[in-house]
């Protein structure tokens, strides 16, 4: 069928408005239907004025200049000729793709293409609480965020990423007045896509929803503007636009995953009875499971290997993804995570989780890895002496740590192939007993470092191994009054000279930066009935240290019979673990204004002090991976700046 002879193919600006002049009836039946680019909605070109524009469909706003109708439409009905304004609206979704901080309809790189879409994770985790007590609890089918209709606490708006719409080019009453009806659409791309929209109470669109506490109460009290789902429109209505100027219309939104998958997002309006009229320009979106946005390494991702089964070469877990190489400077920065005691594998990838997201919502745009290890768990505190196989499940730990570093060590050399000094690691808790020993076998093969900086956050090994001088001696408090087991940490025989045992190590990672995150009050590791009082009961059942003679030496024995030497690897490790007693603090709360730890260790950030106010609270230990976002930014952003991967980032 020919086009009518009075309807020309143009091509105008979007955002922009022409005087224009209607000559004939605008509900010309005859003219042909349209679609958008393969997208639905379909919908019938009725207007006199439509615009074809390549293989989009522009169908602009009209509006009586001359007040000749008395109210203004979108469609004009009455006498003809007459002069009209004919608003071709440049409608746009975005969020920050870039991670600037700052959603920016200006600029191309908030913007997402095919083979380019905005990627964020999908809310599978049940957070709960909304204070520094908040923690993850175990997922199940049955629990997760993402299954209610409303923001459940604080800590579950880290699992929100912002989405917004702009109207640049259009008089905001076209989108307040009523009369016209906002259509959300999601046509799915692979997978089975869908995500909960709720809108911003900021109207700015900014990050307080996870960086202010008053903004983020009021986003967890919202109501949800509903679920996007393939093929179903979602109407929102026209009061949720905020007019920044007068033809400039933005609605700032929030938004979880709930499946996974990719899909292209687009909105218009439409008349409370009429088609669509027009229609905003793609957005691209991939959802995933947030174990699919980092690597997952382990040497045991269980609880119960022993220590003689852990291997020297670790593997990917099956959840693991495989990246392609790095495509740009920011993929050769590689975080890599390891883990502490007492962790069931979910627990594992949930502290990894919440690490990698929290410094997702920073702006670090590097990789992120978990170096996972079989840590014995129990429910029981391994302080309380009515039962010691509590103290054996913490030791027994210890000693699957010291075998777990050979893995590590490997891992990291294999990271550090794709490029010199950029692998940063972060271990917390017993985990530094892990890197400590991985990068002190590194040490002695060669004297190159191996990564760029390494972080021994609130570190549960102990203080004397990495300088034997400066930190504080801690008296036996418990009978005898006095320690039945040499003190082998600090005082670590090599050759005719005793060395503290990582002597070393710091010259596997780049200019010495071994940089130690302390709380001197860290409930875990200073409180008398925890880790010293563990310290203090050795050896354990079943192990024995026996004074020789009259002179200091002694010897260490595994049951009777069994006689363990410092001059075998495996066997430290064992006498480290179940025998040896430690006369110092952890490393994690050692440092003190009379103390300060030298050695090994390059540095110190004090956790205690402010910004980051860790105190005595049994959840502080981990602090960095509980809490909420607003309280935890602050350590986040330290371990960026002591990593020197701030260059470029947004303030927090």
Same mark, same amino acid.
């Given at each position: 069928?020919?086009? +009518?002879?009075? @309807?020309?193919?143009?091509?105008?600006?979007?955002?922009?408005?022409?005087?224009? %002049?209607?000559?004939?009836?605008?509900?010309?039946?005859?003219?042909?239907?349209?679609?958008?680019?393969?997208?639905?909605?379909?919908?019938?070109?009725?207007?006199?004025?439509?615009?074809?524009?390549?293989?989009?469909?522009?169908?602009p706003f009209l509006t009586d200049t001359n007040q000749l109708l008395g109210v203004n439409l979108p469609l004009i009905r009455e006498v003809y000729p007459k002069t009209a304004t004919l608003y071709v609206p440049d409608m746009t979704i975005a969020a920050d793709?870039?991670?600037?901080?700052?959603?920016?309809?200006?600029?191309?790189?908030?913007?997402?293409?095919?083979?380019?879409?905005?990627?964020?994770?999908?809310? /599978?985790?049940?957070?709960?609480?909304?204070? /520094?007590?908040?923690?993850?609890?175990?997922?199940?089918?049955?629990?997760?965020?993402?299954?209610?209709?409303?923001?459940?606490?604080?800590?579950?708006?880290e699992d929100f990423a912002r989405l917004q719409l702009k109207v640049e080019g259009l008089p905001a009453y076209f989108a307040t007045n009523g009369n016209l009806l906002t259509k959300v659409y999601l046509t799915n791309l692979s997978g089975n896509p869908s995500l909960r929209l709720f809108r911003a109470v900021d109207n700015t669109g900014s990050l307080a929803y996870l960086t202010n506490v008053t903004t983020a109460t009021a986003q967890v009290a919202t109501t949800a503007l509903g679920v996007l789902t393939n093929g179903t429109a979602l109407t929102l209505p026209s009061a949720n636009?905020?007019?920044?100027?007068?033809?400039?219309?933005?609605? +700032?939104?929030?938004?979880?995953?709930?499946?996974?998958?990719?899909?292209?997002?687009?909105?218009?309006?439409?008349?409370?009875?009429?088609?669509?009229?027009?229609?905003?320009?793609?957005?691209?979106?991939?959802?995933?499971?947030? =174990?699919? *946005?980092?690597?997952?390494?382990?040497?045991?991702?269980?609880?119960? =290997?022993?220590?003689?089964?852990?291997?020297?070469?670790?593997?990917?877990?099956?959840?693991?993804?495989?990246?392609?190489? +790095?495509?740009?400077?920011?993929?050769?920065?590689?975080?890599?995570?390891?883990?502490?005691?007492?962790? /069931?594998?979910?627990?594992?990838?949930?502290?990894?989780?919440t690490g990698f997201k929290r410094l997702w919502h920073l702006g670090y745009q590097g990789r992120y890895g978990l170096f996972s290890w079989p840590t014995d768990n129990t429910t029981l505190t391994f302080w309380d002496l009515s039962d010691k196989s509590k103290i054996q499940n913490y030791d027994r730990s210890e000693q699957r740590a010291w075998k777990s570093a050979s893995g590590l060590k490997y891992l990291l050399r294999e990271l550090n192939k794709e490029q010199t000094y950029r692998?940063?690691?972060?271990?917390?808790?017993?985990?530094?007993?892990?890197?400590?020993?991985? *990068?002190?076998?590194?040490?002695?093969?060669?004297?190159? +470092?191996?990564? %760029?900086t390494y972080i021994a956050s609130q570190s549960a090994s102990v203080a004397y191994a990495y300088d034997a001088v400066n930190p504080a001696f801690v008296a036996q408090t418990l009978p005898p009054f006095y320690y039945t087991t040499p003190e082998v940490f600090g005082s670590f025989p090599r050759g005719t000279t005793n060395q503290p045992f990582f002597t070393g190590m710091k010259s596997s990672v780049k200019n010495g930066n071994v940089v130690n995150f302390h709380n001197v009050q860290d409930y875990a590791l200073s409180s008398p009935g925890t880790w010293q009082l563990n310290q203090k009961t050795k050896p354990d059942i079943g192990w024995s240290s026996i004074l020789v003679g009259t002179n200091t030496q002694h010897t260490f024995w595994r049951g009777d019979t069994n006689s363990l030497k410092l001059n075998s690897l495996d066997?430290?490790?064992?006498?480290?673990?179940?025998?040896?007693?430690?006369?110092?603090?952890? @490393?994690?709360?050692?440092?003190?204004?009379?103390?300060?730890?030298?050695?090994?260790?390059?540095?110190a950030i004090n956790l205690f002090n402010s910004p980051f106010n860790y105190k005595d609270n049994s959840y502080e230990h981990s602090a960095e991976f509980n809490s909420i976002n607003m309280n935890r930014?602050?350590?986040?952003?330290?371990?960026?700046?002591?990593?020197?991967?701030?260059?470029?980032?947004p303030q927090p």
């Open positions: 069928m020919n086009k +009518p002879e009075f @309807l020309k193919i143009l091509y105008l600006l979007r955002g922009t408005n022409y005087a224009v %002049h209607v000559s004939a009836n605008p509900y010309q039946a005859i003219l042909p239907s349209s679609r958008t680019n393969g997208f639905t909605p379909a919908y019938t070109a009725r207007y006199t004025a439509q615009l074809w524009n390549g293989t989009n469909g522009v169908y793709v870039d991670r600037d901080g700052v959603v920016n309809f200006a600029s191309r790189t908030d913007r997402t293409y095919p083979t380019n879409p905005f990627t964020f994770w999908i809310n /599978d985790d049940a957070d709960t609480g909304s204070d /520094d007590a908040a923690v993850d609890l175990e997922p199940n089918a049955g629990n997760l965020n993402s299954l209610t209709a409303a923001i459940a606490n604080l800590r579950d708006l636009w905020f007019a920044t100027t007068s033809n400039s219309l933005l609605l +700032p939104m929030v938004f979880e995953g709930i499946t996974t998958g990719r899909c292209v997002i687009t909105f218009g309006f439409a008349s409370n009875t009429g088609p669509v009229l027009a229609l905003s320009r793609p957005f691209y979106l991939d959802l995933k499971p947030v =174990t699919q *946005l980092y690597e997952h390494w382990t040497v045991g991702d269980n609880t119960n =290997t022993d220590w003689t089964a852990i291997p020297a070469i670790p593997t990917r877990t099956a959840d693991s993804p495989i990246f392609n190489d +790095p495509q740009n400077t920011n993929g050769l920065d590689y975080i890599l995570f390891v883990h502490g005691w007492r962790m /069931d594998p979910w627990e594992r990838r949930a502290f990894a989780s692998v940063r690691v972060l271990a917390h808790s017993m985990g530094n007993i892990v890197t400590s020993e991985a *990068l002190r076998l590194y040490a002695r093969e060669t004297n190159l +470092p191996l990564i %760029h066997q430290t490790y064992e006498i480290y673990a179940h025998i040896a007693q430690a006369q110092s603090k952890a @490393l994690g709360c050692a440092e003190e204004p009379t103390h300060h730890i030298q050695g090994e260790i390059g540095g930014r602050s350590y986040w952003w330290q371990v960026l700046s002591t990593f020197s991967l701030t260059n470029n980032l």
